[in-house]
């Protein structure tokens, strides 16, 4: 008799059971949790933050840089990578939120929220707030950890931002985690449609300014 390596039928059906079980039980891991991180994101926006349906972009924002007890900034940029639509900076005073000048009004609008979501969570060996040293992570799509990759991510920040960086000690991270960047994706998509996001309305107006000319909010 020839050994041809197949699983005996009554194995093939177990190793499919198996399979399926594991594959069901994944999906109700992950149903709980992104109901747990859309509960945790409509805490943040609607009690840690104060914001009712109808804020702006930019009332998160303040709202943000209220809870931390500093400014963030926000600008545009021009020499990221096709795939990294935004980066934020952890500075002394300031926190920086920087956005791909590619995207539409929309994709800004979520990328804010999402680069924002990042300045609440509190890193590995970090206090949750203001610490004693700038933090910036570098993007995968940079290549990795490497000093090219690091040149190349600080070229593309305005030159205030980057000499922020250098002139002070650095906590330099390979990037965020997946659950952290599972925690700032929800919060952008389930705070995004609670926005008022009409170009004609005096709020977002003042977030196209702020972002245009590239001044504190």
């Not at 900034?73 to 795939?83: H, I, K």
């Not at 970090?126 to 004693?132: H, I, S, V």
């Not at 449609?193 to 977030?207: A, E, F, I, K, V």
Request: charged fraction near 25%.
């Amino acid at each position: 008799m020839r050994t041809t390596g197949a699983l005996p039928p009554y194995r093939s059906v177990l190793a499919r059971l198996a399979e399926t079980t594991s594959r069901a039980g994944a999906a109700v891991r992950q149903h709980r949790s992104w109901s747990r991180e859309r509960r945790a994101a409509l805490h943040l926006f609607y009690d840690e933050l104060g914001l009712k349906p109808g804020a702006s972009v930019q009332d998160v924002l303040r709202a943000m840089a209220d809870l931390r007890g500093r400014t963030v900034e926000t600008f545009l940029l021009s020499g990221l990578p096709p795939r990294v639509s935004g980066v934020t900076v952890q500075g002394e005073d300031t926190d920086y939120i920087g956005i791909s000048d590619r995207l539409s009004p929309w994709h800004q609008a979520l990328v804010s929220l999402h680069e924002a979501r990042h300045l609440r969570v509190p890193h590995s060996g970090a206090e949750d707030g203001p610490g004693d040293a700038c933090s910036i992570a570098v993007h995968s799509q940079f290549d990795g950890v490497t000093l090219e990759s690091l040149r190349e991510q600080m070229s593309a920040l305005p030159d205030r931002v980057r000499e922020e960086i250098i002139t002070r000690p650095a906590k330099l991270r390979a990037g965020y985690g997946d659950d952290e960047e599972l925690t700032c994706e929800i919060f952008a998509r389930v705070v995004l449609p609670l926005l008022d996001l009409d170009p004609t309305s005096q709020s977002t107006g003042r977030l196209t300014s702020a972002i245009s000319n590239r001044r504190s909010i």
